[in-house]
């Protein structure tokens, strides 16, 4: 070891042990992205068993301090990722549900500030794009690059994967994205799509893998949206996937890359649109947001985009905002 470098922390603060929490500090204890990972949860058995089965696999992935976390752990975080949430109750209405979130995001959000942290934040307690405007109000002005939303980095991961089986190409070589609301109002970015350098457009003839593309382009596009859906229908909930989204992002943020991610943002005047959390293309670096990505959409999908701000914001408004 150089003893003349400066120790070098990449703390993450986990909220949340449950099956996102859990999964997520899975995914980042082998990316050996951080170097300490604090786990909090209201339940400090269930962030205790997490630990204690994490840290005996230790010998298995890069050497990183895992241990149960409090508060305190807020001072001198790197990033931390809240996850924390309630399910819905027997005949409880989404609203309800919305405001018992909203309760929590804010008991949290006021730890770390009594903390006086500088971490970048990142949420994907659902409704993700109304929990990450929330605490972005509760925090104040001047935190809106540094408060971020998972918003639809799991969607477009998903839209990659089922276009890449449709076409017969490795999903990393294809580059495409779902935007707004993380959500049903959801939709895929067409316009976006590329493969091989290709727009979509130019690459369907060369692909030749279906006769009927339009037919096939709506039930990919429906399929990225029924998926959660399914996955809770199976088990309960989703786990492995937005762990390692969350893990990418975290990779983004712990190492500056000035990746493009499809985070949730506030948006100021981007896209037209002001005052609302949602997801469009931005570059994510060390600060939370470097750039949000305001490129020229065509009206079908700026349409969409709108149509998701409109419900975002009165979720926001049914919380008093
Ligand atoms: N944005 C996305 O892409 C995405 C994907 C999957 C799940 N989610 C959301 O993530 C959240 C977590 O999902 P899950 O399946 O892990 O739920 P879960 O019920 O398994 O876990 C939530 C955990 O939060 C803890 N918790 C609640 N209030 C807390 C508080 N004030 N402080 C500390 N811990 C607290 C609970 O004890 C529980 O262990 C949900 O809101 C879910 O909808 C988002």
Redesign the pocket.
Known sequence: MNESLPPISRKVVV????????AYCYALAQSGIASEIAL????EK?AQGHVLDLVHGQPYFPTVSIYTGTPADYANAQMIVI?????QKPGETRLDLLQR?AA?MR??MADILAAESSAVILI???P?DVMTYTAIKYAGKGSEKRII???T???SSRFRFLLSQHCGVDSHNVHAYVLGE?GDSEFAAWSMTHIAGMSFDQYCPVCGMCSEWKAEKDRIEQAVRDS?YHIIDYKG???WA?GL?LTRITRAILRDEHSVLTVSTLLNGEFDLYDVCLSVPCIVSAHGIEKVIAGQLPEGEMASLRNSAAILKSANESLGF
């Open positions: 909220v949340g042990a449950g099956a996102v929490g859990s909090i949860d209201r339940n269930l996850t924390a949430g309630t399910a979130n929590i008991s949290i994907t307690s659902n993700v939303g998972s918003g980095v799991l969607d993380h959660a909930a989703t786990s937005i989204a």
